[in-house]
Nanobody, 124 residues
């Protein structure tokens, strides 16, 4: 059971990045995948999640600029981040929990399985 986040980097304000979360050892059809982030000195913050049936949910503050999607064939979940701001700088993590057929997930709560994070730095 493994989650590997990638795609982070340095981007200027207003730029875009697409993060990837490659899952192995389980099938996305049965798990919700969540994206979280944590900036230095701050608490972990939920960003977005997508359920086993492909239903996407977003934290209120993330709606509009971030889009979560997945490729079941590649067993990979993506987070497209547009119009990036300085305050989006953080380590971004992906995580997983069994969805049990639910169309609901909520990143206000942590999930069961976590991968290593990928650093996103927004700077001019």
């Amino acid at each position: 059971f493994q989650l590997q986040a990638s795609g982070g980097g340095l981007v200027q304000p207003g730029g875009s990045l697409r993060l990837s979360c490659a899952a192995s050892g389980f099938a996305l059809d049965y798990y919700s995948i969540g994206w979280y982030r944590q900036a230095p000195g701050k608490e972990r913050e939920g960003v977005s999640c997508i359920t086993g049936d492909g239903t996407a949910h977003y934290a209120d503050s993330m709606k509009g600029r971030f889009t979560i999607s997945r490729d079941v064939a590649k067993n990979t979940v993506y987070l497209q981040m547009n119009s990036l701001k300085l305050e989006d700088s953080a380590v971004y993590y992906c995580s997983a929990e069994e969805s049990y057929g639910s169309s609901y997930c909520d990143t206000r709560y942590g999930m069961d399985y976590w991968g290593e994070g990928t650093q996103v730095t927004v700077s001019s």
